[in-house]
């Protein structure tokens, strides 16, 4: 999951790293109340930023400094009107705009080859890490974490040397760190800081003084491990997800839409998969991977088929079922609901074994469900109905 740049800030404000303060604006009115509490003695601009889960806002212009309350209301307007790849503005960030001597890239990320939590550093920081990556692999450093122990002051320091941020050790080493416990306090796959910038700011007595500060803040949580930390999942922006998964999550099916035309509905993950090669095999293309789950009663059945015909490439549907904890009856009835709502008419093939099978196959003769009694048989038939066949392969 994906989390906006504003509620990654307040966690790492709350692990005690050093971020500017800002507010979350949703009109230019708000945006510019907001810059008016800002420019204060000190703050000469404000910074306006687009809340959207993509990068590259900065070039799409979404990223607008502003030196008066009247242009931070003009910018907000400008950016709240804007669409960047695709995803409407909804939302600005507003807060004061920091003086940048240098911007660095600094981000802490599963890495799955290792298994362990690297931490990624680049003194090219500002541009897309990608472009950097791609062009002069040199430029980045990556020091993995420990597994137990975490990120050492000592792998902290080397990461803050081989920067180029020995001015600034302590900070340096500060940031480092609070970023992989980040890592570790929310589950994240990812905490990035791009740009991780060296401000000018001036100091108590009038002087100038540098320091480090998170400009901006990536974080992705990981979908998995939402549940063991409540409140996170407020976060969740409705822009992180397609309507249909979000459905499939809250229905607690889970549910991942393919390219192919035979929507698949079947319990368990492990006979999902076995149903989608069969139907390759028997030279279909699946249209979704979906599974009910175990125990699921006749209602979930029913929403898992809305689902399911929600894709308009589906012209053919297979059900496989092997009722353990699930009974079959409760599927079939879930079938026969589900089809007595639905609006599209689309051939159905269901087997259904296991649990209750007698008692469903006799619901499905009632209701005239297309049947088959195993698997390569149910593929077949509905390989044949999605063509336009009768379905009734030998
Ligand atoms: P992104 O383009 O979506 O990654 O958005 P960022 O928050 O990283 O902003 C993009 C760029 O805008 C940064 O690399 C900076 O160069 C610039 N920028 C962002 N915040 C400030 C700020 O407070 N002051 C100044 N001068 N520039 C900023
Ligand atoms: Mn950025």
């Known amino acids: 999951m994906k989390i906006q740049e504003a509620d990654a800030k307040s966690l790492l404000v709350a692990q005690g790293l050093p971020v500017p303060p800002w507010e979350v604006a949703g009109t230019p009115a708000a945006a510019r109340a907001a810059a008016e ?53 909804r939302k600005v960030l507003v807060g004061p705009a920091a003086d940048i001597v240098r911007e660095l890239y600094l981000a802490a990320v599963l890495d799955r080859a290792s298994r362990r939590v690297i931490l990624m550093g680049s003194a090219e920081g500002g541009v897309e890490i ?147 090669d069969l139907v390759k095999r028997a030279g279909g293309e699946p249209a979704n991977f979906l599974d009910i789950g175990g125990g699921a009663r006749a209602d979930k059945v029913a929403h898992a088929m809305r689902l399911i015909l929600s894709d308009p490439k589906v012209n053919a549907i297979l059900v496989n079922i092997f009722g353990g904890i699930t009974r079959g009856d409760e599927v079939a009835r879930g079938l026969i609901e589900a089809r007595a709502q639905q609006e599209r008419d689309v051939p159905m093939v269901v087997r259904i074994v296991g649990t209750n099978a007698a008692e469903a196959a006799e619901l499905l003769r009632e209701a005239r469900f297309q049947t088959a009694a195993t698997l390569d048989d149910a593929a077949a038939q509905a390989v044949a109905a999605s063509r336009g066949g009768s379905g009734a392969a030998a």
């Open 130 to 276: 990608e472009a950097v990556a791609a062009e002069r692999p040199e430029a980045i450093v990556t020091i993995p974490a420990h597994p137990i122990a975490g990120f050492l002051p000592f792998k902290a320091r080397e990461m803050a040397f081989r920067l180029g941020l020995g001015a600034h050790l302590k900070d340096a080493v500060a940031i480092a760190q609070g970023l992989v416990r980040t890592m570790g306090a929310y589950d994240a796959d990812l905490v990035e800081i791009n740009p991780l910038a060296v401000v000018r700011e001036t100091g108590p007595d009038g002087d100038a003084v540098e320091r480090l500060q998170c400009l901006d803040a990536k974080i992705t949580l990981d979908d998995s491990a939402l549940g063991r930390h409540p409140g996170l999942e407020d976060l969740r922006d409705p822009d992180d997800e397609d309507p249909v998964d979000r459905e499939a999550r809250e229905a607690g099916l889970t549910f991942i839409k393919l390219d192919g035309t035979i929507g698949c509905m079947v319990n368990g993950a492990g006979l999902a998969m076995t149903t989608m």
């Open 37 to 89: 509490r800002f420019l204060t003695d000190g703050v000469e601009k404000v910074v306006v930023k687009a809340q959207v889960l993509v990068g590259g806002r900065g070039k799409a212009g979404g990223v607008k400094l502003a030196p008066s309350a009247d242009e931070a209301e003009r910018v907000a307007g400008d950016i709240l009107a804007l669409e960047i790849k695709g995803i409407p503005v």
